[in-house]
């Protein structure tokens, strides 16, 4: 697919990227550092970036009023989001106080853009095609978290109307050397010891990392006044079987796909629970995992796409990169990340 090329704006200088050292953040820092200068806030250290990032927590509102000096705008990707984040009061203290300190320090420091990375958990399990008007229901701690630092925005702008927000709900993101649930999904399937559980009809709404990036960008050139909302899926969704069939033909071997009731396979999930409750160790398998596998995520894009956004890469195409990066050559020896 022809790669879209986006005007570079001189009107910003510096970008500060809170969060910046994990899975997306190092891949939206290689794209953006050729055009801007970056500062990286986060509470590790970035493998790719140690010389422009600088080590503060979300929560620490004095060191990052300090570190958010000179920039231009601020991109918050930030976030608790595992499934199996305990205490649980992580995902309020770090999605929702972390989103205050960000806009007071912003305000400290005179700063009025800011582009926000959401989810789209807000609207919660098996919801007909939301578009960003659809009411949001989230159902787990993240959702909620996330749908709680979205509010503090919204009550923001109405005493901030000068300022510009861009809030970008995205899918669940996958790509090369992301070790999260779509990486397990996939490792499961090439490994042929995959179990569909249900009947493998439900859709699956997937984002690639190279297209999250590029989009990033565009809301920060093109973007640059009021209050915008965006789901980001890369479409056309796939089904468990369409996403087998693809697996099965960029890997070139046959897949044999095995299925498991539901009810069975919520049964597995449990045992696992109780499992982990038991040995106080985390298990890959659990009744959360079963039900949102089976969950069927789709979500409308149409805004995207009106906006004149083109994402540089096909769901396929993002597959395909990830998969041979992943299974046919060896990204053993590579650093990884580990997220959902």
Same mark, same amino acid.
């Given at each position: 697919?022809? &790669?879209?090329?986006?005007?570079?704006?001189?009107?910003?200088?510096?970008?500060?990227?809170?969060?910046?050292?994990?899975?997306?953040?190092?891949?939206?820092?290689?794209?953006? &550092?050729?055009n801007?200068?970056?500062?990286?806030?986060?509470?590790?250290?970035?493998?790719?970036f140690?010389?422009?990032?600088?080590?503060a927590?979300?929560?620490?509102k004095?060191?990052?009023?300090?570190?958010?000096?000179?920039?231009?705008?601020?991109?918050?990707?930030?976030?608790?989001?595992?499934?199996?984040?305990?205490?649980?009061?992580?995902?309020?203290?770090?999605?929702?106080?972390?989103?205050?300190?960000?806009?007071?320090?912003?305000?400290?420091?005179?700063?009025?853009?800011?582009?926000?990375?959401?989810?789209v958990?807000v609207?919660?399990?098996?919801?007909?095609?939301?578009?960003?008007?659809?009411?949001?229901?989230?159902?787990?701690?993240?959702?909620?978290?996330?749908?709680?630092?979205?509010?503090?925005?919204?009550?923001?702008?109405?005493?901030?109307?000068?300022?510009?927000i861009?809030?970008?709900?995205?899918?669940?993101?996958?790509?090369?050397?992301?070790?999260?649930?779509?990486?397990?999904?996939?490792?499961?399937?090439?490994?042929?010891?995959?179990?569909?559980?249900?009947?493998?009809?439900?859709?699956?709404?997937?984002?690639?990392?190279?297209?999250?990036?590029?989009?990033?960008?565009?809301?920060?050139?093109n973007?640059?006044?009021?209050?915008?909302?965006?789901?980001?899926?890369d479409?056309?969704?796939?089904?468990?079987?369409?996403?087998?069939?693809?697996?099965?033909?960029?890997?070139? &071997?046959?897949?044999?796909?095995?299925?498991?009731?539901?009810?069975?396979?919520?049964?597995?999930?449990y045992?696992?629970?109780?499992?982990?409750?038991?040995?106080?160790?985390?298990?890959t398998?659990?009744?959360?995992?079963?039900?949102?596998?089976?969950?069927?995520?789709?979500?409308?894009?149409?805004?995207?796409?009106s906006?004149?956004?083109?994402?540089?890469?096909?769901?396929?195409e993002?597959?395909?990169?990830?998969?041979?990066?992943?299974?046919?050559?060896?990204?053993?020896?590579?650093?990884?990340?580990?997220?959902?």
């Open positions: 697919m022809k &790669k879209v090329f986006i005007p570079f704006s001189n009107e910003i200088k510096r970008i500060a990227i809170i969060g910046g050292s994990g899975f997306v953040g190092t891949r939206l820092i290689e794209l953006l &550092k050729q801007y200068n970056i500062l990286n806030v986060d509470k590790q250290q970035s493998v790719s140690p010389d422009i990032t600088v080590i927590n979300v929560l620490d004095d060191k990052l009023s300090t570190w958010l000096k000179d920039a231009d705008l601020v991109v918050l990707l930030a976030a608790e989001h595992r499934d199996d984040v305990s205490p649980t009061s992580l995902y309020y203290d770090v999605n929702v106080e972390g989103m205050k300190h960000t806009l007071t320090a912003m305000e400290e420091n005179r700063i009025s853009r800011i582009v926000f990375t959401s989810s958990a609207y919660g399990l098996n919801k007909e095609n939301p578009n960003e008007e659809h009411p949001t229901d989230p159902f787990n701690h993240y959702g909620k978290s996330k749908w709680l630092a979205e509010q503090v925005l919204k009550k923001w702008y109405q005493s901030h109307s000068d300022w510009n861009n809030i970008l709900r995205p899918t669940v993101i996958f790509g090369e050397r992301n070790r999260g649930n779509v990486y397990n999904l996939l490792k499961q399937i090439s490994s042929r010891k995959f179990m569909m559980v249900g009947n493998g009809n439900n859709k699956k709404s997937m984002a690639y990392v190279g297209n999250i990036v590029v989009f990033i960008r565009f809301l920060i050139e973007k640059q006044n009021g209050y915008n909302v965006y789901n980001y899926i479409k056309p969704d796939l089904t468990m079987n369409e996403l087998v069939f693809h697996v099965s033909k960029v890997l070139k &071997k046959h897949i044999p796909s095995v299925h498991l009731p539901y009810v069975l396979g919520m049964l597995g999930g045992s696992f629970d109780f499992l982990a409750w038991l040995t106080h160790k985390k298990r398998i659990s009744s959360v995992r079963i039900k949102k596998f089976n969950a069927t995520t789709q979500f409308d894009a149409t805004k995207v796409l906006a004149g956004f083109q994402p540089p890469y096909s769901l396929e993002g597959l395909a990169r990830t998969l041979e990066f992943e299974f046919i050559h060896d990204a053993s020896e590579g650093f990884v990340f580990y997220s959902e």
